[in-house]
């Protein structure tokens, strides 16, 4: 080990037996593939200078570490790559600073680096880690990969703590299978952060991902993903998971991200977008998919509908809604209040009616703004008419709220000019209203007030003056109505007055509008 360090070669101590060359086989490996752990760290920290023409690195594989590896508050400038490997005790890297570490398809009892710090990459891929990772306030220069990772909790629930992060490049975690919390507070990516195809598994507990004030300057990825086959023994990356937004290969396994638990992102910051394509979440009915406060240029809510817990939008803000209808759930499971998007993206069939029961879905109850939102962004998409149904659907529900008076008023709106967002059906009935006027005053010869003070007696020009308020047509106050005629004077006044004010209120939103 000591002269393919210096020689920057590898240590290989497999048997080039399948089975017993397993890492995480329950068969025991013997002291002929023993390497002390003390040894390991002193090779890294204090190790001999290489030889001429080479570059010193550590490359272990097939190797059994026995002890506890503590590189804590070291500095460690060869290359470390460590395939097949297991560790017996934990690996302790807290403030330490490396070069670049790769551990590949490694067993690993637990991973401490709060605050590490490396030049290059920190890989994990596909190595089982029994008691969790603790990246805290850790600043990897390049990329962090877990790919095909299975990381269990630690004694406080979490399978990943890696609060306050920081990662110069991409996270990629796809494929992962985390038993317990993975905790991203005020974690910083800045490229992309995948997860795709990984299941988040924390029934139990509050949530699977905690990850309020998260920063991912491009896309965070939560979405299925390929896996071609004859790729899962590679020891480069992306070991073994192959992406495909398209299409799949013929064999290419698709597999969702699955989320078993509550998932928190509030208050974070997206450059590009936050994509659930294909996800699926399986909440309990206290946990909840919060985006509160969210900003992003476009959310791809684009996965399994939830049957439990809950969708939470609210201040969130997001400039592309790319959706489908059967991805929201029903009614108590979703929550937008004060939620702002400007364009709606649907996938599918989304019709207006679909889309009002989303509104409804989110607002148990009456509340105006998400209303008022959709119908603007419709009405800037030039769909007009759908705008005017929403708000009118707006009217509807607030009709609810009031009482027994004013429902009753809001109905007869409704039936005649549907709360003046259809001026036709007022014009309808203003004609209607005349017509049947002009036809009853036409058979009645009424007394003029005043003998010498009257103009002559017209039947539809009398009738339209008591339809119409305001304008004066030299017809009424002249003449004197006895019995029924009254009441049939009395009517057209008031429906009049309806019929105007419905109408002056749907004007005066056209004129808004304009």
């Not at 996270?171 to 995948?194: M, N, P």
């Not at 004060?338 to 879905?361: C, H, K, M, Q």
């Amino acid at each position: 080990m000591w002269e393919a360090f210096r020689n920057g070669g590898s240590y290989d101590l497999r048997t080039r037996n399948r089975v017993r060359d397993d890492p995480f086989s329950g068969r025991v490996w013997g002291p002929e593939r023993h390497v002390k752990a003390r040894a390991v760290a002193l090779l890294l920290l204090n190790g001999p200078p290489a030889l001429p023409g080479r570059v010193a690195a550590l490359k272990l594989n097939g190797v059994q570490i026995i002890g506890t590896l503590n590189l804590s508050g070291g500095t460690v400038t060869p290359y470390v790559e460590l395939n097949n490997c297991r560790f017996e005790g934990e690996v302790l890297l807290p403030e330490c600073r490396v070069t670049t570490v790769r551990m590949v398809n490694c067993s690993i009892p637990r991973v401490e680096a709060a605050r590490l710090q490396t030049e290059g990459d920190l890989h994990l891929p596909r190595c089982r880690i029994a008691r969790g990772i603790r990246l805290t306030d850790a600043h990897i220069g390049t990329d962090l990969l877990l790919n095909e990772a299975v990381i269990r909790a630690d004694r406080k629930g979490r399978s990943i703590a890696a609060d306050g992060l920081s990662v110069a490049q991409d996270l990629q975690a796809e494929l992962i299978e985390s038993y317990g919390e993975v905790s991203l507070r005020a974690a910083t990516v800045g490229v992309t952060l995948s997860l795709r195809g990984s299941r988040l598994v924390n029934p139990e507990g509050r949530r699977a991902l905690n990850a309020p004030q998260l920063t991912v300057e491009r896309t965070l990825y939560m979405t299925a993903a390929a896996v071609s086959p004859g790729t899962t023994e590679t020891t480069t990356p992306p070991y073994g998971t192959n992406y495909n937004a398209g299409t799949p290969a013929r064999g290419t396994r698709v597999q969702p991200f699955v989320c078993e638990g509550g998932l928190r992102l509030d208050d974070g910051r997206f450059g590009d977008a936050v994509d659930f394509q294909s996800a699926r979440f399986v909440m309990r009915d206290y946990q909840e998919l919060s985006l509160r406060r969210v900003q992003t240029p476009e959310l791809r809510f684009l996965g399994e509908r939830p049957e439990r817990g809950r969708v939470v939008l609210s201040g969130a803000r997001v400039v592309n809604l790319v959706d489908m209808s059967t991805s929201w759930p029903g009614p108590g499971g979703l929550a937008m209040g004060g939620f702002s998007y400007d364009n709606l993206i649907p996938r599918g069939l989304f019709p207006l009616a679909r889309r009002l029961e989303w509104v409804t879905a989110a607002t148990p109850e009456y509340a105006p703004e998400p209303y008022e939102r959709l119908a603007t962004v419709l009405r800037n998409s030039g769909e007009d008419a759908d705008a005017r149904e929403v708000l009118l659907a707006k009217q509807r529900r607030r009709r609810e709220t009031l009482p027994p008076a004013g429902k009753l008023w809001g109905v007869l709106q409704d039936v005649t000019v549907a709360y003046g967002y259809r001026p036709g059906r007022a014009a309808l009935w203003m004609a209607v209203l005349w017509a049947m006027g002009a036809l009853a005053f036409s058979h009645y010869d009424p007394q003029p007030i005043k003998a010498d003070e009257h103009p002559d007696w017209n039947a539809s020009l009398y009738a339209l003056d008591l339809l119409v308020p305001v304008i004066n047509l030299g017809q009424d106050g002249y003449w004197k109505l006895h019995g029924g005629w009254q009441w049939v004077s009395a009517v057209l006044i008031v429906l009049g007055w309806i019929l105007a004010t419905t109408v002056a209120a749907g004007a005066s939103r056209l004129l808004r509008r304009g």
